[in-house]
Each structure stands twice: as structure tokens, then as C-alpha cells.
């Protein structure tokens, strides 16, 4: 089997791939503790693999800390593969295919895979958030990238200065502490773009399937459209497909 990895800037998700689907799934945070030694610790309760490749969001020193891992432990390449201006029906929608996040382009090749000939919007909810649109022939019509929830209040924290402190209830529209108000605003504004998204692309999209993926995603479900199908690791099948040379 081949493994794959989904590098984000807070978690590194992974799975099996074999026959066309994905096996025994699993994730880990690795942003508040050294990526090598998060990285190795991992691979050593994992089973050899034939190949691996990586989704990387994450570049510098985590990509490599887990390419260095690989190396180490199996003796293999960790492919990296590029966003490309096609993969098999899928054609990706900007005019440099390059600066396309390779987590949005996976995603679209795992949506089109479930449902081919369908046009689709895809909601990937990360450290950032993206809402990206793939029309009924599969052309990339495009995209939106918002700030995720913790990305959005640490921003805050960082440009006011305040002291941050840990929140007890991000649901509350009637906040009475400021962690509680900066988690709760951040939880609306995140929830209202991705509503605004939807709504825009239903109007031009009227019969595109949504898909909802993400390590944000099942936090923020219970407040968003009961249309949207839950995809939690649409970007490892997106790469499985493309590691096949398969994406249609």
C-alpha cells in the first residue's frame, strides 16, 4: 500500500491507499512541539509503505523534518507533487497552476472522483479556510481564502496586544470576556463567509453537490447548511488519485 500525508500548519493527517480508496486513517498536531520529533515518533508505529507522498501546505523546516523522517525510516523519496494545469478532467482555474494551494487542488480532484461530471463546491476548513468551485466539465472556476479560527484570533491577539486567555464558550452571541467574544466573533465570521460563499456559488452553480472537509469542519457543521456532505479527508483522496495518475 501507499501512504499518504496531508502536511497542514497545525496537523498532519494520513492515511493508507489501496484499491482506490483510503485505510485506517489517523492525524496528529504538531505545531506546539517539535515537527521531527512529532514526525518519527509517528512513522515508527506505522507499517512500511511501497511509496509516499505528501500533501504539503506546510513547506520549510516541517517538510522537510518529514521527508528527513521518511528517509530515515524506510530508505524512501517522500514525493511532493506539484499542482498541475490538469489532472484528467480536472483543469485548474488560475493562470499560474503553481501558486494554487496543493490542498485546494486535491480537494477538487477528491470531489470530482465521487462525483464525476458534477460540478461542486468544496469548503476545506484549516488553519484557513477555502471555498472552491469545480463546474459540471471540471474546470476550477475558482476560489475564496478567509483566515480559520485560530488563525482569525490570533491575529487579533497579535496586532491589540491583549493578553490572550482561554475561552469557555465560542457560541456565545452575548459574551462577557474578551476570550469568549474573540472565539464566538471568530466562530460568526468564519460561519458567515462560508454561508455568503455558498449562497453565491448556489446562484451560479444551482446544481453542485458541497462537500465539507477539514480538521475545523466537525466544530463548525452543526452551524452550517445540513446539505453539505462531510468529506473529512477529501484531500488524501484527491492525492491518492493523483499519485495513480488516475483524477477523473
Given amino acids: 500500500m501507499d501512504l499518504l500525508f496531508d502536511l497542514g500548519h497545525s496537523r498532519l493527517k494520513w492515511a493508507y491507499w489501496a484499491d482506490g480508496r483510503l485505510h485506517t486513517p489517523g492525524a496528529v498536531g504538531w505545531r506546539d512541539r517539535p515537527p521531527a520529533s512529532v514526525f518519527e515518533q509517528l512513522l515508527g508505529e506505522l507499517e512500511p509503505p511501497r511509496r509516499v507522498a505528501v500533501a504539503a501546505v506546510a513547506r520549510g523546516e516541517p517538510l522537510q523534518a518529514l521527508q528527513a523522517a521518511v528517509r530515515a525510516r524506510w530508505g524512501l523519496d517522500a514525493q511532493v507533487p506539484p ?87 465560542d457560541r456565545e452571541l452575548a459574551a462577557r470576556c474578551t476570550a469568549d467574544a474573540v472565539a464566538s466573533g471568530a466562530r460568526i465570521a468564519v460561519l458567515g463567509g462560508i454561508e455568503l460563499a455558498l449562497r453565491r456559488w448556489a446562484a451560479r452553480l444551482p446544481d453542485a453537490s458541497a462537500w465539507l472537509t477539514g480538521g475545523d469542519a466537525p466544530a463548525l457543521a452543526a452551524d452550517l447548511p445540513a446539505t453539505l456532505q462531510s468529506a473529512p479527508h477529501l484531500v488524501l483522496e484527491g492525492l491518492g488519485r493523483i499519485l495513480e495518475g488516475e483524477g477523473e
Fill in 83 to 169: 499542482v498541475t494545469a490538469r489532472c484528467g478532467q480536472v483543469r485548474c482555474g488560475y493562470v499560474e497552476p503553481g501558486r494554487l494551494g496543493f490542498d485546494r487542488w486535491a480537494a477538487l480532484i477528491g470531489a470530482w472522483a465521487r462525483q464525476p461530471g458534477r460540478a461542486a463546491v468544496v469548503i476545506d476548513c484549516g488553519s484557513a479556510v477555502t471555498v472552491d468551485a469545480l463546474a459540471a466539465d471540471g474546470q476550477h472556476v475558482g476560489g475564496v481564502i478567509m483566515p480559520g479560527l485560530d488563525m482569525m484570533a490570533d491575529a487579533f491577539y497579535a496586532r491589540t496586544g491583549l493578553p490572550r486567555g482561554t475561552p469557555a464558550n
